[in-house]
């Protein structure tokens, strides 16, 4: 089954729907974003999400210290890190307790080059939380096994990426809003119903 996380929520409501709609992870924007928040509001919606559903801190262009202290702060085990260096910056992540998914941007070419030893891959479009789609169709320039793909999914596209790019979980954020950094509760119903196949019973 395709794991689906569902990333920059805000509020209860759409924690709880996410967690209805047995989404596998949700993400919380510590970057600079429409959809940024505190760790404290962080750490409060993090209470509402069961054991087996991942919550995750999503950073950007932050210091290694600042955001092992933001996920402590959040009370988050996971981390997505757009901009690791090297294999010494998951190490020291890995070193505080934490799991980490390292997402690369513009396709899958960096990300086959290096292994930095992070516990997942994710793999996004040209500028992370853009919501603009890139070339899934070239196999050969993706990552093989397990990889989450991000960047432009929508519950109108995302059985097609799915299928044509072999991924084997997907990341939506913008594709689930009414606006940017406003979540739409049909959308988000839209989009689970469409990776998992069917409506919830």
């Known amino acids: 089954m395709t794991f689906i996380k569902m990333c920059g929520l805000q509020d209860e409501a759409t924690v709880d729907l996410a967690v209805e709609l047995d989404v596998d992870a949700v993400g919380f924007v510590f970057a600079e974003s429409p959809r940024r928040i505190p760790p404290d509001r962080a750490a409060a919606l993090r209470a509402r999400v069961p054991a087996g559903t991942l919550a995750v801190g999503v950073?950007?262009?932050?210091?290694?210290?600042?955001?092992i202290a933001t996920a402590r702060a959040a009370d988050l085990d996971h981390v997505q890190v757009h901009d690791l260096r090297?294999?010494?910056d998951v190490r020291i992540l890995h070193d505080a307790g934490l799991t980490v998914i390292r997402a690369v941007n513009t396709g899958g070419a960096e990300a086959l080059s290096e292994d930095f030893g992070a516990d997942l891959l994710l793999v996004d479009g040209a500028v992370a939380g853009a919501g603009k789609t890139w070339d899934w169709q070239d196999r050969s320039a993706l990552p093989s096994?397990?990889?989450?793909l991000a960047g432009?999914?929508?519950p109108e596209n995302v059985n097609k990426a799915i299928t044509t790019s072999g991924a084997w979980g997907v990341d939506v954020?913008?594709?689930i809003e009414a606006e940017r950094?406003?979540?739409?509760a049909g959308l988000m119903?839209?989009?689970?119903?469409?990776?998992r196949g069917r409506a919830p019973e």
């Open 59 to 67: 950073y950007v262009k932050m210091p290694l210290d600042e955001i």
């Open 181 to 184: 950094g406003v979540k739409d």
């Open 145 to 148: 096994g397990r990889w989450i």
């Open 86 to 88: 090297s294999a010494d």
């Open 189 to 195: 119903r839209a989009f689970a119903w469409s990776v």
């Open 152 to 154: 432009g999914l929508n």
């Open 173 to 175: 954020s913008s594709g």
